[in-house]
Nanobody
Framework: EVQLVESGGGLVQAGGSLRLSCTAS????????IGWFRQAPGKEREGVSCISSNDGSTYYTDSVKGRFTISSDNAKNTVYLQMNSLKPEDTAIYYC????????????????????WGKGTLVTVSS
């Protein structure tokens, strides 16, 4: 069974940190690019960050650059999203996605039809 399972969400004060994990099973992790979307209440879903399996390239949307870091541990089939200096506007459900297309990381990643989605993990940042 193919699964993407997110973990690490929670409640944190503004300025704090969280590390999200996305653990994959049921498919060859190394062949996929992994990305994170988020959706805040009443807002459209937006692409946050992605990492390419091809060349290890990474991409961040402007609002999280310098604060978030994406990384991959292929031995554990896990991608991490380290989120520092969190702001209330980062409050959202964060979803992990996997794409089998061998893309280089960039904003275009988020316009592909994803192969797999996780169920999401809630991040709440209080002011």
């Amino acid at each position: 069974e193919v699964q993407l399972v997110e973990s690490g969400g929670g409640l944190v004060q503004a300025g704090g940190s969280l590390r999200l994990s996305c653990t994959a099973s049921g498919f060859t992790f190394d062949d996929y690019a992994i990305g994170w979307f988020r959706q805040a209440p009443g807002k459209e879903r937006e692409g946050v960050s992605c990492i390419s399996s091809n060349d290890g390239s990474t991409y961040y949307t402007d609002s999280v650059k310098g604060r978030f870091t994406i990384s991959s541990d292929n031995a554990k089939n896990t991608v991490y999203l380290q989120m520092n200096s969190l702001k209330p506007e980062d409050t959202a459900i964060y979803y992990c996605t996997a794409l089998s297309n061998g893309v280089v990381a960039g904003p275009h990643f988020f316009y592909y039809g994803m192969d797999y989605w996780g169920k999401g993990t809630l991040v709440t940042v209080s002011s």
